[in-house]
């Protein structure tokens, strides 16, 4: 046999990617110079990558992140190694001391979130239920017409109520609400004199002449009677100015699924609405209206705050926004931005951070979206829907989301990391017309109230606070109910 030479082995060595130790830092000081950024763990030489190959394979047993370089660490989070500058010089230098604080930082955050909730766990949890016994002033019989829909106005010191009547169609009402740092809960209900035969597909509080002043209704037509959407002023369901409402106005538009009010100052008294392959935005003062042909039902609408731009959720899973200030244009390019989800999307939410938005489906998802990137950083696991057309409810201040499933349950979670923190059971058996509606407040009642959580179902109203020990008047009796006076006004 042949003996091969130190030139063959020299070429064999070549082949196989040895080099020497001067060659290897000659050739990485050409390649990175003096700039902080050190090798990539994954393009490195060949040696080094088997190296981090075979301590990858001991990592996932070991949970050892990458094998120490001398003079680089190694970022977990950008997956590639950065050079340790010395401490002498005035850039900011990286040391592993540094870099141990630093960790050290990242755990101490960590532990703060899961802080918070457990924080939060422990107070949903001490939510306990409490029946608010409505009675009229004008009879000792308790009320009988079942609640349909519960909504909140800014400072939850009113609440919006639709109420299926015995007889036929429902009935409008406002309940205004004290609360008391203790926790007690004083409400007045208020009824308003005109019942309509016509059912209510959406609603939202609008701030015509101040703050929540209005209150605007789709109403859906029935027969001759054609479909609309109601602006009533929030005065008409109240003793304190009844000869001087405000304005009251109604605009015929065909059956709308949806309605939104726009806060922003350059969409002013704008409001719009959700229709059948169509989306129509209407200025309550003038009337004038601009209306977008879209390919499916819109069944779920918001503004943002800070731009006029509104959001639509629809029947096909898509959803979109609107700039309005690109009113003018023929084509598509009005609609900011899109992207869907796998079924019919009931509810979008904006967040305080207007990036971000909350939205659900009928199949019970709930994500929440990047709207800059149109991606899903966030899923809320537990949500029941089939084809219901349910409500979310945020309460940033608390941390939490909310949502009434097809099933009766109501669910809470954190909004932060999306931990399911409580189901709570309907207080009346399950059905497809005693799914529970519900408003959450962290000041229930006005500015002393407390956090808490408002439900109604059939023709009973409850109570959840954080805080359950009531010591002032209209506290808990010894039954477990809540004790307080409700007069209704007629």
């Not at 709308?256 to 719009?272: E, G, I, M, V, Y």
């Not at 949502?403 to 309907?426: E, K």
Request: overall charge positive.
């Amino acid at each position: 046999m042949k003996k091969g030479n130190w030139r063959d082995r020299g070429r064999d060595r070549r082949r196989l990617g040895y080099r020497s130790d001067w060659q290897r830092d000659r050739t990485q000081e050409q390649r990175y110079g003096s700039s902080e950024a050190g090798p990539s763990y994954r393009d490195r030489t060949p040696e080094n990558r088997s190296i981090s190959n075979s301590a990858a394979a001991s990592s996932s047993s070991s949970s050892s992140a990458a094998p120490e370089l001398p003079g680089f660490y190694f970022d977990a989070e950008k997956n590639r190694y950065f050079r340790l500058l010395p401490g002498h010089n005035n850039c900011n230098p990286l040391t592993r001391g540094l870099l141990q604080e630093r960790e050290q930082e990242k755990h101490r955050a960590r532990m703060i979130t899961e802080d918070e909730r457990l924080i939060h766990e422990v107070k949903v949890s001490g939510m306990r239920r409490h029946r608010l016994e409505v009675q009229s002033s004008e009879s000792s019989s308790p009320n009988t017409d079942h609640f349909r829909l519960i909504v909140g106005d800014s400072a939850c010191e009113r609440v919006f109520t639709v109420n299926d009547v015995s007889h036929g169609g429902c009935k409008y009402g406002i309940m205004n609400f004290r609360g008391c740092s203790r926790g007690s809960l004083s409400v007045k209900m208020c009824d308003n004199l005109y019942f309509t035969n016509r059912k209510v597909n959406s609603i939202c509080w609008a701030s015509v002449t101040h703050s929540d002043s209005h209150v605007l209704l789709c109403l859906v037509g029935m027969a001759e009677t054609p479909g609309c959407v109601s602006l009533l002023p929030a005065s008409l369901f109240s003793n304190s100015n009844p000869d001087q409402p405000g304005m009251l106005c109604s605009f015929k538009i065909s059956t709308a699924w949806s309605c939104a009010w726009c806060l922003n100052p350059q969409a002013d008294k704008t409001f719009s609405t959700g229709l059948s392959r169509r989306v129509i935005v209407t200025d309550a003062v003038t009337g004038r209206r601009q209306t977008y042909g879209i390919s499916s039902d819109v069944l779920a609408q918001q503004f943002a705050l800070r731009a006029p731009v509104l959001f639509n959720g629809c029947r096909s899973g898509e959803i979109f926004s609107i700039d309005l200030r690109q009113r003018g244009r023929r084509d598509h390019s009005w609609k900011a931005c899109r992207f869907s989800q796998d079924s019919a999307i009931t509810s979008v939410r904006i967040l305080q951070d207007e990036n971000y938005l909350l939205a659900a489906d009928m199949i019970g998802e709930i994500k929440l979206w990047d709207v800059r990137v149109t991606k899903p950083v966030r899923k809320y696991e537990g949500h029941h829907n089939q084809h219901a057309y349910l409500p979310l409810h945020v309460n940033e201040a608390e941390g939490l989301l909310m949502a009434v499933g097809q099933d009766c349950y109501t669910r809470l979670w954190s909004l932060g990391d999306g931990q399911l923190l409580r189901t709570i059971p309907s207080p009346h058996p399950a059905g497809k017309d005693m799914i529970p509606s519900v408003v959450f407040s962290s000041q229930l009642g006005g500015n002393r109230g407390l956090p808490g959580l408002l439900m109604a179902v059939r023709h009973d109203l409850y109570y959840f606070p954080y805080n359950s020990d009531y010591q002032e008047g209209g506290g808990v009796t010894s039954s477990g109910e809540l004790g307080l006076t409700v007069e209704r006004w007629v």
